[in-house]
């Protein structure tokens, strides 16, 4: 996982060996030691108090981990939550899914995203990483955004996808979805 440092690391020894410098912003003297670390309420940063050695004030660092998506194209930016909503906002229209489910989702999906470990994500990969959820939340919206995502072109693709998601929900113990919920296939 990378963690970016509000700090600059220093060039010398240290930062060859793999270790970081982290400057006083006070006297700019080239290291200083971590007295204090803790997570963030929500995980996603690391808070270090430091002091000094040479002038012996303290001060705060926070390390923030950053996911960012690589797209098709190889163009990256930063995973966005609000772009996930979006996306699976436009599969939901007209089905009954509030904002809290969708935010939920989202968040599943970062966080399912940030435990594989891995700075970058393909774009392909976000768009794996929403669809269980979103079968989880409704399967008409899985379905709507599996059709864009997956790129059905034909009713048979629809069809295929409609009969792999009656037998899974038959595997799961959770029963065949009411009729209103799949179009029937036959």
């Given at each position: 996982?990378?963690?970016?440092?509000?700090?600059?690391?220093?060039?010398?020894?240290?930062?060859?060996?793999?270790?970081?410098?982290?400057?006083?912003?006070?006297c700019r003297f080239p290291d200083s030691r971590v007295?204090?670390?803790?997570?963030?309420?929500?995980?996603?940063?690391?808070?270090?108090?430091?002091?000094?050695?040479?002038?012996?004030?303290?001060?705060?660092?926070?390390?923030?981990?950053?996911?960012?998506?690589?797209?098709?194209?190889?163009?990256?930016?930063?995973?966005?939550?609000?772009?996930?909503?979006?996306?699976?906002?436009?599969?939901?229209?007209?089905?009954?899914?509030?904002?809290?489910?969708?935010?939920?989702?989202?968040?599943?999906?970062?966080?399912?995203?940030?435990?594989?470990g891995s700075p970058e994500v393909p774009a392909h990969?976000?768009?794996?990483?929403?669809?269980?959820?979103?079968?989880?939340?409704?399967?008409?919206?899985?379905?709507?955004?599996?059709?864009?995502?997956?790129?059905?072109?034909?009713?048979?693709?629809?069809?295929?996808?409609?009969?792999?998601?009656?037998?899974?929900?038959?595997?799961?113990?959770?029963?065949?979805?009411?009729?209103?919920?799949?179009?029937?296939?036959?």
């Amino acid at each position: 996982m990378v963690w970016s440092r509000c700090s600059t690391p220093v060039e010398d020894e240290a930062s060859e060996r793999g270790a970081w410098s982290v400057r006083c912003p006070f006297c700019r003297f080239p290291d200083s030691r971590v007295v204090d670390s803790r997570e963030t309420s929500d995980g996603d940063a690391i808070r270090r108090r430091r002091s000094c050695p040479e002038c012996g004030r303290r001060f705060t660092t926070v390390e923030e981990m950053s996911l960012t998506v690589v797209k098709r194209c190889g163009v990256t930016e930063p995973f966005d939550r609000a772009k996930v909503v979006s996306g699976v906002r436009k599969a939901c229209q007209g089905r009954p899914v509030d904002e809290d489910a969708l935010a939920l989702l989202a968040q599943t999906v970062e966080e399912q995203l940030r435990a594989a470990g891995s700075p970058e994500v393909p774009a392909h990969e976000v768009g794996m990483a929403i669809l269980e959820p979103l079968r989880a939340l409704d399967v008409v919206a899985y379905l709507r955004f599996a059709s864009v995502y997956r790129s059905f072109e034909s009713l048979a693709d629809f069809e295929a996808e409609i009969t792999a998601l009656r037998a899974s929900l038959a595997d799961d113990g959770t029963g065949p979805p009411a009729p209103s919920q799949l179009v029937s296939t036959s």
